[in-house]
């Protein structure tokens, strides 16, 4: 039986053609996997199933049934929920008023208290969806946040229910549990459509899956008969290197030394709390961790953003500690390069056109500068050579900021920081809502610096790209670093149980320990 | 011993009947932030409907349509503040302002043009009044010492309207929090976003909010024109909108803590009345202008620092766009 189908959907916003002619068929009680670049049209598809827009033409059929829907409202009575990827929660209030805002069953809430609560206890029994019903949904951590989150669809009814991107936010333990709960879902007959463009949890828990490439559906696979490759491939266009392909680091001296680095924020809490690494030259050192630990505060307190509140930083033989700080521009004359974690925020200025974004931090570098005025012209030319440098499209170095996709937002600020030839690079989530082509291209990159002699640290949430780039590996929790890998001996799992601190010992057994858990691990 | 008694009572008296409107304007503003919408233009309100329920008394002789009046014209800046904010997702700061300026000029340009006295309203007679309500037995136990002072003066002998403003904070309590509409005013003031894919119009929440809101500002300043004087005065409201706003923050956008801050601020007022002229001991006699202003120095003080974290509802002065 087909729970859901679509039949000739077209959406353009002005020139945009978001979703070109597109079709689907969804059986009903399996999970099904949407895959796409950004700007593919999956989002654009399931906004349209969730009533958020109406397509120009075409139709959803729901069980058979031609449908139309033109709100939310009419998504949720035709029995179809939404796991977004922001969360839509109010964080101050309980999980049971979260729960029942919007379906509350009458004028006055006691009731409906009373009701939310048996209704949460029947589906904890049904599915295992365990949440502690009187807590803060601010107060929860994501995962369980996230649980909220498809108990809201499921209280309403939804047969079906699609999660856009569910998984970024989840440590890999995270991760197995929601896709255990996925499975029970779909036990019990609801269907699951996951949008995602990790190739690896479409492998792992989708029955078949689509492709979307610039609006249109370009294939339709059941999952036990396609592989990774072939999906990126479809994914892009082309055929993609999902491997980085590297030689081995050839280190040498050490260019950046941390000792005892703690950094406390304005309300006394030690944002990281006595951390000590060194990164050599010719060697990628990757810093691991569920978000929020303490990662961007390493970056800040590296790159000259904050001072160190303790302990102290050696760089090019210059020592940074509380008393003696230098400001980021003082970083950057000692050789240190930083891609930032946000690059809407801190890397370009989304309302500078690219050659200005182009020269960020370094705009006082005398290639740029005249006795009074800019030299527009070196700025332009110096922007359109990095451009060809680094495959930034369009081309146009008038183009403002805004206006290039994420991939190419982040080329430009790759490009700005390479180009300084930097002794040290510090790089925050190079990957983040960057396209797969793009990805693979970033790479390289980051290998080459690493080659050309610049010792690198980069901070991901992304495990893959953490085990693919690095030579070693760091796993930072609250602040902390818990443990120290060679890239050569980390996996998946025992990288996420050290992110998740269920590694009691931080190193130097750290190896040993991991492998220890991982047995229990497995057990879960 | 009995003169202080007398003046605690006649100050609390005092209190109750100054901090009526601040009250009603309060949860007015409560309404309005919690749904997310930052409302400046109390002020500008109440000041319309101060002006429009005297006119009307004056003219129909009845302070029942000066009251409707003075909810109507309330009621209609404040849909024309949530089509500015809301429809089109103008700057709330602004469109506050804007509508304040508006009033009080055109309150008394019309009040010039209607009753040639100097932009005032003619004096209401008492029928054109809202008077105070004596409760059953007040007069047979003022003699009472204590509990009969007490009775008499400040539970018993207001005009309607100041019960009304008490009645309020109760039933916005209970509106807020035990009603859907409450729990879902408080979540679009905190999460637009959430209440729009629970499949309920964020736009139609707030225009509901800003309804209540107006009516709130109606009827307190109906209650500044029609009770606590005797006709209009050119800009009568003189800041109360903006100390009602205040007491709203320094309440943590709740209903009883904003009221007790509003009594506070009647509290400073009625004292700064009374102890104008009056020698201190130690500081001898306090200047006019200094006391008046206390109300004023205190709002500044209390809000800088001394009423804690503060945390306004998350989404209030943004606009919703559905980010898709």
Known sequence: ?????????????????????????????????????????????????????????????????????????????????????????????????????????????????????????????????????????????????????????????????????????????????????????????????????????????????????????????????????????????????????????????????????????????????????????????????????????????????????????????????????????????????????????????????????????????????????????????????????????????????????????????????????????????????????????????LVAMRDAGAAVLLVSVELEEIMSLSDRILVMFEGRIVGEVDAKDANERMLGLMMANANPETDPNGKAQAAGDMQEGAEL | MDDFFILLVSTLDATIRVAAPLVLAALAGLYAERSGVIDIGLEGKMLAAAFAAAATSFVMNSAWAGLLAGISISVILALIHGFACITHKGNQVVSGVAINILVAGLTVTLGIAWFAQGGQTPSLTNDARFSPLLWPGAEAVKDIPFIGGLYTEIISGHNLLVYIAYLAVPLTWWVVYRTRFGLRLRAVGENPAAVDTAGISVTALRYQAMICCGFLCGIAGTYLSTAQNAGFVKNMTAGQGFIALAAMIFGKWKPVPAMMACLLFGFLDAVANRIQGVSMPLVGEIPVQLIQALPYILTVILLAGFIGKAVAPKASGIPYVKER
């Open chain 1, 1 to 445: 039986m087909i729970a859901i189908e679509l039949r000739g959907i077209n959406k353009s916003f002005g020139p945009v053609h978001a979703n070109k002619d597109v079709a689907l068929n969804i059986d009903k009680g399996t999970i099904h996997g949407i895959i796409g670049e950004n700007g593919a049209g999956k989002s654009t598809l399931m906004s349209i199933l969730y009533g958020f827009y109406e397509a120009d033409s075409g139709d959803v059929l729901i069980n058979g049934e031609v449908t139309r829907i033109r709100s939310s409202h009419e998504a949720i009575a035709a029995g179809i929920g939404m796991v977004h990827q922001h969360f839509m929660l109010v964080d101050p209030f309980s999980v049971v008023e979260n729960v029942m805002l919007g379906a509350e069953g009458g004028a006055l809430l006691d009731k409906g208290i009373d009701k939310t609560r048996e209704e949460l206890e029947r589906l904890k029994r049904e599915y295992g969806l365990e949440v502690p019903v009187d807590s803060l949904a601010g107060d929860l951590p994501v995962g369980l946040q996230q649980r909220v989150e498809i108990l809201k669809a499921l209280y309403r009814g939804a047969q079906i229910l699609i999660l856009d991107e569910p998984t970024g936010v989840l440590t890999p333990q995270e991760t197995d549990q929601l896709f255990r709960i996925l499975k029970a879902l779909k036990d019990q007959g609801v269907t699951v459509i996951l949008i995602t463009h990790k190739l690896q949890e479409i492998m792992a828990v989708t029955d078949g899956v689509s492709v979307m490439r610039g609006g249109e559906m370009v294939a339709h696979r059941k999952t036990s008969e396609t592989s990774k490759e072939e999906l990126a491939e479809l994914m892009v266009g082309r055929k993609v290197l999902l491997k980085v392909d590297k030689e081995a680091a050839q280190p040498q001296e050490a260019a950046l030394k941390v000792e005892g680095l703690s950094v406390i924020g304005a309300d006394g809490v030690a944002r990281l709390d006595n951390v000590s690494l060194s990164v050599r030259r010719g060697e990628i050192v990757g810093v691991a961790g569920v978000s929020g630990n303490g990662q961007s505060e390493l970056l800040a307190a590296l790159s000259g953003i904050v001072a160190p509140s303790k302990g102290k930083i050696a760089l090019n033989g210059t020592t940074i500690t509380r008393e003696k700080p230098l400001d980021a521009s003082e970083f950057r004359d000692l050789g240190v390069a930083h891609v930032p974690e946000d690059r809407h925020r801190m890397g370009l200025v989304t309302a500078f056109t690219a050659d200005e974004s182009a020269i960020l931090g370094y705009h006082r570098d005398e290639a740029y500068n005249g006795a009074i005025l800019m030299k527009r012209n070196a700025i332009v030319e110096d922007c359109a050579q990095k451009m060809a440098d680094f495959d930034v499209r369009p081309p146009n170095p008038k183009l403002k900021s805004a206006n290039f996709s994420g991939g190419n937002q982040q080329k430009i600020v790759l490009a700005r920081e390479m180009a300084q030839k930097p002794n040290v690079l510090l790089v925050g989530q190079p990957t983040r809502g960057v396209d797969i082509g793009a990805i693979e291209y970033i790479h390289k990159n």
